[in-house]
Every structure is written in structure tokens, then in C-alpha cells.
């Protein structure tokens, strides 16, 4: 059973057109949400980091939200170049271990069309 | 100046065969990783090591051996290679101390390598 659940699993969007993706989770000892972009045949790039629920954390076009079940990328007036997957990870305190560990979700395929 | 490179981007090769895709980093950290993403785009953590020492171990078939000569560096061998491994495999690094309380460090990525068996 999936930890992270991304929706919607796709997204497409007009130029300018406003939208929100959502990760939630159902991890406890959570230590830190992250939120990446994956390009085509390109490794997953880091944008956010959140730890603590109300915290929120913005660059140009995206802000990241967080609460105690789920995150929010809002995307305000996008365009054409966001286009790419939005990959959400939770780290969070492995038992094995001291290290925490990631999980990720499936990912939102987002396509933003002139 | 990329901060987590790994060679080869690219492999072809044959059911049985044996390879090794490296890994290094420049960032200064002291854990690396070996994610795997299958073809519907899923990342899934392989194994970890921290200051050389291997961390997390996940479920993989022991045909793969993660090997980390200094804390710069994770290789990853993969013997006898079966159709079912091609995948992309990406090597990730942040710094983390075990037993410290902040262990939420940001993972940063490479660029993948695109393994496929044929």
C-alpha cells in the first residue's frame, strides 16, 4: 500500500490557468516533505522542503503547502516551461536505521499548452 | 561542476552479463543512495550507505552489490542481468549524521542511467 498518494496522476492546463497538486500521506515520524520536478530522461530536481504542518514555501510560480495529512503545489499562471512530472517524498524515521527514508509517489504528469 | 554524476547515462546489454554503473559526488556529503525508477516513473530506494557504511538494504536480488570506496563515491554491480532490471537507476546523496535528530536532509539526484537488457 502506497504511502504517498499523488493526485491527479495528470494534469493539463492552459497557459495562465491556475491549479493545485496534492500529495497526502499516511507516514508517522514524518522528518520533512519534498516536493521535485522530473524532466524527461533528467533526474528528479529539488524545489521544497516542509517539516512542519503550516508551513509554506514559495519560488516564482509554486508554493508548497503544508498540513498534518497532505502538501499542496499550487501553481499560479503557469506556463509552457512548467511542464514536467512533480514528483512528492516523504522522509521519514526508518526503524532499520537513524538515517530517515524516502518515499515517494507516483507523481503528477503536469502539461501546460499555450 | 554537476554535483551527483554517474556514468554510463546509457547501457545496452545482454541477459547474463555483467555491469557496474558509478557514482560520485562533490557535495560533501556524507550519504549516498541508489534509487531505482521502473518504467511507470516509480522511485524506489535501493540501498544506502552513510560515511561507507551500508545503511538501508532493501529488497533486491542479491545480483546487485553497491560497493563505496570513500564517502565520495557509490558504485553499483549488477551481475547476471535479466530483462526485468532494465529501469532507470539514479544515484542520490545529502548529509545526514545517524543519531542526530535531524535526519530530514534534502536528497539531491543525478541524472539517471538508463539500463536495458536485451
Known amino acids: 500500500e502506497d504511502q504517498v498518494t499523488q493526485s491527479p496522476e495528470a494534469l493539463r492546463l492552459q497557459e495562465g490557468e491556475s491549479s493545485s497538486l496534492n500529495c497526502s500521506y499516511t507516514?508517522?515520524?514524518?522528518?520533512?516533505l519534498f516536493w521535485y520536478r522530473q524532466d524527461p530522461g533528467k533526474g528528479p530536481e529539488f524545489l521544497f522542503t516542509l517539516y512542519s504542518a503550516g508551513e509554506e514555501k514559495e519560488k516564482e510560480r509554486l508554493k508548497a503547502t503544508l498540513t498534518k495529512k497532505e502538501s499542496f503545489l499550487h501553481i499560479t499562471a503557469p506556463k509552457p516551461e512548467d511542464s514536467a512530472t512533480y514528483l512528492c517524498a516523504v522522509r521519514v524515521k526508518d526503524r532499520g536505521s537513524t538515517l530517515g527514508r524516502l518515499y515517494f509517489g507516483r507523481g503528477t504528469q503536469l502539461t501546460v499548452w499555450p | 561542476d554537476t554535483a551527483v554524476s554517474q556514468t554510463p547515462k546509457y547501457l545496452v546489454t545482454q541477459m547474463g552479463n555483467d555491469k557496474s554503473i558509478k557514482c560520485e559526488q562533490n557535495?560533501?556529503?556524507?550519504?549516498m543512495y541508489w534509487y531505482k525508477q521502473d518504467s511507470k516513473k516509480f522511485l524506489k530506494i535501493m540501498f544506502s550507505?552513510?560515511?561507507?557504511?551500508?545503511?538501508i538494504n532493501e529488497t533486491v536480488p542479491n545480483r546487485f552489490s553497491p560497493k563505496s570506496p570513500d564517502k565520495a563515491h557509490l558504485n553499483l554491480h549488477i551481475n547476471s542481468l535479466e530483462l526485468g532490471d532494465s529501469a532507470v537507476y539514479f544515484c542520490?546523496?545529502?548529509?545526514?549524521?545517524?543519531?542526530?535528530?535531524?535526519?530530514?536532509?534534502?536528497?539531491?539526484f543525478g541524472e539517471g542511467s538508463w539500463l536495458t537488457v536485451v
Open positions: 550507505y552513510n560515511n561507507k557504511e551500508l545503511i
Open positions: 542520490a546523496s545529502s548529509q545526514d549524521h545517524p543519531g542526530s535528530r535531524s535526519t530530514g536532509n534534502t536528497i539531491y
Open positions: 507516514v508517522s515520524g514524518l522528518r520533512g
Open positions: 557535495l560533501g556529503h556524507d550519504t
